[in-house]
């Protein structure tokens, strides 16, 4: 019976798999060669069950072959198991939709997400993060972290400032400029609650974040983006650049602020 038990669910899975899958899926070729695996080898076990069952006599005997088969799905669905464990608690792969995040990343390109890193340590201003939308929890977004838990954001003059400082972002194109819905406010000010991140994307002018809906609570965030799979032209490692801040903006700051205090 457990041959018969193996075989149904590897059947079944792969079935299943193959029918939900869309080309929207991360790593879609890799699913479909999963799915037809463990269709494939599902019906060979069903089919070598049937056998052995209803059929009888020394020519009928399959249970050498069936045990073989039981050998080899035994050991694809150990690596399958360690697979999808690897990729709920270590690294998940995720597909860029949009250009929210160009010049930096791009649409349709195959990203692998570092999950692990934030079970460590807390995320970093700078650092790029997939996240579960607050106001749609099924639905994951790709932004950069701009400000951190007590932080206090503030965009004026296309320009944003971090604890009141001008923030330096190099990994912006030259001339960009970050504005807001000028229909409800001339500026943005917002002081960050423990465990709030306030995110912006790359691609200032076509990105829908935390100036229109609100900051990402640390516990929908899922990871930080760690390695480019494809295009192969990117592929390689990802380096999330430190925010700066402007010095020439801190020394006249601080000249403003010792004149006034003479």
Not at 21 to 37: C, D
Not at 150 to 170: A, C, H, P, Y
Not at 230 to 247: C, E, L, M, W
Request: proline fraction near 4%; include cysteine; charged fraction near 20%.
């Amino acid at each position: 019976m457990k041959y018969f038990i193996i075989a149904l669910i590897n059947s079944v899975y792969g079935i299943l798999l193959l029918a939900t899958l869309s080309r929207e899926t991360a790593g879609f070729y890799l699913v479909i060669f999963i799915g037809l695996v463990l269709t494939i080898l599902g019906f060979i076990g069903l089919g070598l069950w049937f056998w052995k069952t209803i059929c009888s006599g020394k020519s009928c005997d399959q249970s050498t072959v069936l045990k073989n088969w039981f050998q080899v799905a035994k050991s694809i669905d150990v690596l399958l198991v360690i697979g999808l464990l690897f990729r709920s608690f270590v690294l998940q792969p995720f597909l860029v939709e949009g250009n929210s995040m160009e010049p930096n990343y791009h649409n349709k390109e195959f990203l692998l997400v570092d999950r692990i890193t934030y079970e460590f340590r807390k995320p970093n201003r700078g650092e790029v993060i997939i996240f579960r939308f607050p106001k749609n929890p099924s639905e994951d977004y790709i932004k950069r972290i701009i400000g951190l838990p007590g932080d206090n954001i503030k965009i004026e003059n296309s320009q944003v400032f971090i604890n009141n400082v001008l923030s330096s972002e190099n990994y912006l194109s030259p001339g960009t400029q970050t504005d807001i819905d000028a229909s409800t406010s001339n500026s943005l000010n917002t002081t960050l609650k423990q465990g709030e991140y306030f995110v912006l994307g790359d691609n200032r002018n076509a990105s829908s974040d935390s100036r229109e809906w609100g900051t990402v609570p640390e516990k929908n965030i899922i990871g930080r983006t760690w390695f480019v799979v494809f295009p192969i032209k990117n592929f390689g490692k990802i380096n999330n650049p430190q925010i700066s801040f402007n010095n020439d903006f801190i020394l006249s700051s601080l000249v403003n602020t010792k004149s006034f205090i003479n």
